[in-house]
């Protein structure tokens, strides 16, 4: 096996593969699959770097490993865990500390459990004492 890095040129979703052009050869791979780490999706954008592994029977199969640090492409953390999903968003770990950075978030869940210091509650108790307000202020229910 040979490893070669390349720029991502196109990128196929549906099939997790990713075509990639290596300029020192001015030469095209065709498309090649993702490795994933955990069947997680993140596929990296066109003109990102990234690195290659092929067969060293000359075969045209391969596989792309992944982007990597360095060229102009920092780490946006220095310590514990960051994962990017574009658009600014992001979720990051550091020690006991998470946070998730959107502009938005949608929890789906049966059952949705809030828990802090103050104490614990669950989400449709929540509501249920926001209705009792609600009615107590003669104010029509906010929420469906």
Known sequence: MYMRIGKVTNIYPSTGKIKVMYEDERSASLPLSMLTMNNEYSMPAVGEKVVTVHMANGSSKGFVLGTYYGGGTQPKANAGYRKDFGGGAYA??????????????????????LECSYGKITVEELMKRLERIEDQLGLPHTID
């Open 92 to 113: 990051a770990c550091s020690g006991d500390e998470y946070i998730l950075n959107a502009t938005s978030v949608t929890i789906q869940a049966e059952n949705i459990t």
